[in-house]
């Protein structure tokens, strides 16, 4: 079952390409989050257990084999981290497109006030 | 599990038309669609709480991204060393899949983690928090500090956003 977390790091290296040959910043910024949720889903595959059930306890369970929730806590960090990462880079973004006009980054480059 | 390989077909499929389509709504739209397949990997591995929370946060994220490219499409140059530069991304992204398979193969297999760290929270999460939820649990209460530091970082970016966005004082 390998093929899950190729799969999972095929989305990630969409993401970097993405980054590594795009101009535009919002296509940077989009390679960006495809990124990070290529990593949030490695930790939650790393997790995993066949034949699990999520980790809340009731009080009839079957099934005694739950997935791991070490990872599911990490993650819940990582998600409001990347929310918040994307709501700053796109605000400095909208603010560089109000000076240049663009939002080509061949032509931003303009460092004087 | 074919469907977990079905939904990472679909957002790789969907991440690929967010990265190559010209339009930027499109493409905000295409970025939308993984994450959303992204909230239903989650609940297919067993994760609702992180499902519910992606879902309210891609629809934020969604939201704002419309607001930064509504009616801004824009000629973008291609010049430069298109080939060469190609090549170089492509061959680097090949490289460290080979490595990424190598070193893959000597994680433990897929759905079997030892989970050492985990057996403990499990076994005496009800008894030492009350709560029947070992990821709310976790996150309140073996590692507060942890969240302590995500609302930190939340904050900051929160200040950052306001000085950054801010109209009065410009000048």
């Given at each position: 079952?390998?093929?899950?977390?190729?799969?999972?790091?095929?989305?990630?290296?969409?993401?970097?390409?993405?980054?590594?040959?795009?101009?535009?910043?919002?296509?940077?910024?989009?390679?960006?989050?495809?990124?990070?949720?290529?990593?949030?889903?490695?930790?939650i595959?790393?997790?995993?257990?066949?034949?699990g059930r999520s980790p809340i306890?009731a009080?009839?369970?079957?099934?005694?084999?739950m997935v791991?929730p070490?990872?599911q806590?990490?993650v819940s960090?990582?998600?409001?981290?990347?929310?918040?990462?994307?709501?700053?880079?796109?605000?400095?973004?909208?603010?560089?497109?109000?000076?240049?006009?663009?939002?080509?980054?061949?032509?931003?480059?303009?460092?004087?006030? | 599990?074919?469907?977990?390989?079905?939904?990472?077909?679909?957002?790789?499929?969907?991440?690929?038309?967010?990265?190559?389509?010209?339009?930027?709504?499109?493409?905000?739209?295409?970025?939308?669609?993984?994450?959303?397949?992204?909230c239903m990997a989650f609940l297919v591995l067993k994760a609702p709480d992180l499902a519910i929370m992606q879902l309210v946060?891609?629809?934020?994220?969604?939201?704002?991204?419309?607001?930064?490219?509504?009616?801004?499409?824009?000629?973008?140059?291609?010049?430069?060393?298109?080939?060469?530069?190609?090549?170089?991304?492509?061959?680097?992204?090949?490289?460290?899949?080979?490595?990424?398979?190598?070193?893959?193969?000597?994680?433990?297999?897929?759905?079997?983690?030892?989970?050492?760290?985990?057996?403990?929270?499990?076994?005496?999460?009800?008894?030492?928090?009350?709560?029947k939820n070992v990821v709310a649990?976790?996150?309140?209460?073996?590692?507060?500090?942890?969240?302590?530091?995500?609302?930190?970082?939340?904050?900051?970016?929160?200040?950052?956003?306001?000085?950054?966005?801010?109209?009065?004082?410009?000048?």
């Amino acid at each position: 079952m390998i093929t899950v977390y190729i799969l999972c790091l095929v989305l990630f290296s969409v993401g970097l390409y993405c980054i590594l040959r795009k101009r535009n910043l919002i296509k940077i910024i989009i390679g960006i989050g495809i990124m990070e949720y290529a990593v949030n889903l490695f930790f939650i595959l790393s997790g995993y257990r066949t034949e699990g059930r999520s980790p809340i306890f009731a009080s009839d369970q079957a099934i005694k084999n739950m997935v791991d929730p070490l990872p599911q806590a990490i993650v819940s960090t990582l998600i409001v981290i990347g929310l918040s990462l994307t709501l700053l880079i796109i605000s400095i973004a909208i603010r560089i497109y109000e000076k240049y006009g663009t939002f080509d980054i061949t032509r931003i480059n303009k460092l004087k006030g | 599990m074919i469907e977990i390989h079905l939904i990472l077909l679909f957002m790789i499929a969907a991440a690929i038309i967010a990265v190559e389509v010209k339009d930027l709504l499109s493409s905000v739209i295409a970025v939308g669609a993984v994450g959303i397949g992204l909230c239903m990997a989650f609940l297919v591995l067993k994760a609702p709480d992180l499902a519910i929370m992606q879902l309210v946060v891609e629809i934020l994220s969604l939201i704002i991204l419309i607001r930064a490219t509504i009616r801004k499409d824009l000629p973008f140059s291609k010049s430069g060393r298109w080939v060469f530069n190609t090549l170089a991304t492509v061959s680097f992204i090949a490289v460290f899949l080979t490595i990424a398979y190598v070193a893959l193969k000597n994680l433990p297999a897929f759905g079997s983690g030892p989970m050492r760290v985990s057996k403990a929270y499990l076994d005496s999460a009800v008894a030492a928090t009350g709560s029947k939820n070992v990821v709310a649990s976790i996150i309140v209460n073996y590692r507060a500090y942890d969240t302590l530091g995500e609302v930190a970082i939340l904050f900051t970016a929160l200040i950052g956003i306001l000085a950054v966005a801010r109209r009065i004082g410009k000048k």
